[in-house]
């Protein structure tokens, strides 16, 4: 079984870091321009999306990269591939608010997320950034401290969910709250490392947007799935094609997806 080089993963660690902290230097300056599909663009995103591109081809050249930023080259028979998002949430980063990631996903050759490395410079619990690494085959990390989850996930009563996402939820059964950041890695992360917040629901995304969180919801048990009960699958189109998923989805524990199915249904 072939096996990622740690000192390799701590340099790379380093690399995710500093990014972050270029973000955070930057983010007063920055200047917004748009793509042609009318999604945020930064200098930051592209100076970031080429330093990390450059550091995994030197630190693992047998592994494939993806990034928002970057042609993808597809490559099916490496034993990894990383799958960076260099920030998501920039359509927040660029207006100066405080909830963006940069974000490093590691899946499989059998398309499984299993690492990621997940820096929030200005989004922290008790202190002001966050740091979240997850090794494959390895323990979670938050803060450079192995984490436990914390709090009764299965029964829920708190929701983090994508800006657009409340036009399509029917809230009629939800006595509970919804909390809204603007970064999909943070969505998806806060059920995990918030102990009061036991659930995530999601809008179509890419890749990037979801697969480094994805990792770290699978490592403590919870999971990611559409919100018709259709299972995630991480397909070509999906992977390499830079196409959104289809649908929207739930990421919690099992008891808590189906707490989420009954009273957070998608509207008819």
């Not at 079984?1 to 902290?21: T, V």
């Not at 739930?250 to 509207?267: D, F």
């Amino acid at each position: 079984m072939f096996e990622l080089d740690n000192s390799a993963l701590d340099e790379l660690s380093k690399g995710i870091y500093e990014s972050g902290l270029l973000a955070k230097k930057m983010q007063s300056e920055i200047h917004r321009f748009y793509k042609s599909d009318g999604s945020v663009l930064t200098e930051t995103d592209l100076a970031i999306s080429k330093k990390i591109e450059d550091m995994v081809k030197n630190l693992f050249p047998n592994c494939g990269f993806i990034s928002e930023e970057a042609e993808i080259e597809v490559k099916e028979d490496v034993p990894f591939t990383f799958i960076l998002d260099p920030i998501d949430g920039t359509d927040v980063y660029s207006q100066g608010l405080p909830s963006y990631a940069v974000a490093l996903g590691i899946i499989n050759n059998e398309r499984v997320p299993v690492g990621a490395m997940i820096y929030l410079p200005r989004f922290g619990k008790g202190r002001e950034d966050m740091f979240v690494r997850l090794d494959p085959g390895k323990d979670l990390f938050v803060d450079g401290k192995p984490f436990e989850i914390q709090g009764n996930k299965d029964v829920v009563k708190q929701v983090t969910m994508g800006s657009g996402g409340q036009v399509k939820m029917d809230f009629t059964n939800f006595a509970g709250k919804v909390r809204t950041f603007g970064s999909s890695i943070i969505h998806l992360l806060s059920p995990v490392v918030f102990s009061s917040i036991q659930g995530c629901v999601n809008q179509p995304c890419f890749v990037w947007d979801i697969v480094s969180a994805h990792a770290v919801l699978k490592k403590v048990g919870m999971d990611i799935e559409y919100v018709d009960g259709e299972p995630f699958i991480y397909t070509d189109e999906f992977l390499y094609q830079k196409k959104k998923f289809k649908k929207d989805i739930y990421a919690g524990t099992k008891e808590g997806i189906k707490c989420m199915r009954k009273i957070l249904p998608v509207r008819v």
